[in-house]
């Protein structure tokens, strides 16, 4: 799995791929939070939202990196499609947890902050929320389930803003609209916490459709 994973961000290293979802989060970052001077809760909410898109965008682009012949000699290298399905979530694990990083520091450094642990741990909780959310998205929007991908990008779309402004939808709008009204960042670190659950068990169930699609196809 680790030597999989490893093959996985290089190839998307080499084909620069990843550089259009960076960039677009490293902007969104900056303008959200440039000279910020308000609660690092309401900061850290804005930086998981611009996350969540760019988490998208991320998955698609990894699974996208192979042609289909290409990808079965993956699956015969591997053992079985199983395991670079898994490989797949792991190395966007990855990256999103590199996103992450920055998605911590960056607010510190341009805005003026004094953070406590608990606002780091928070920082990180919402974050993953986000990116856990966006690679489910990511997945079921993928080459994997839709030949054709202006089909994809559409429900690509449409599941974001769902997931966005729709109430009951998913963990993100809950979790971004209690993290706007939280006192600080010890009394919203349970809900969080919570909502990062609800987004792992997202991203596991759509993981396991994506692997019921692509074994019916096969």
Do not use: N
Not at 131 to 155: D, H, N
Not at 182 to 189: E, F, I
Not at 198 to 208: E, S
């Amino acid at each position: 799995m680790i030597a999989l994973v490893r093959y996985m961000s290089t190839v998307l290293l080499l084909s620069q791929r990843y550089l259009a979802p960076l960039l677009l989060f490293l902007g969104l970052v900056a303008v959200l939070t440039s000279s910020d001077t308000g609660p690092l809760t309401a900061t850290y909410a804005s930086v998981a939202g611009a996350l969540l898109p760019c988490s998208v965008w991320l998955t698609t682009a990894l699974v996208g990196l192979e042609d289909q012949p290409h990808r079965s000699i993956v699956v015969v290298s591997a053992g079985s499609r199983l395991r670079v399905l898994l490989a797949t979530v792991g190395t966007a694990t990855l990256w999103c947890l590199l996103l992450t990083a920055a998605g911590l520091v960056l607010p510190l450094m341009l805005g003026a902050h004094s953070p406590a642990p608990a606002d780091l741990v928070l920082g990180t909780a919402a974050q993953l929320t986000c990116a856990f959310t966006g690679m489910a998205v990511g997945l079921v929007c993928s080459r994997l389930v839709f030949r054709r991908q202006g089909y994809a990008l559409v429900l690509a779309l449409l599941l974001l803003l769902a997931v966005l402004l729709g109430d009951g939808v998913s963990p993100v709008r809950t979790m971004l609209t209690h993290l706007q009204d939280a006192p600080d960042s010890s009394a919203a670190l349970v809900p969080t916490s919570l909502m990062l659950a609800a987004a792992t068990g997202l991203l596991a169930t759509a993981a396991a459709v994506t692997q019921a699609i692509t074994r019916r196809k096969a």
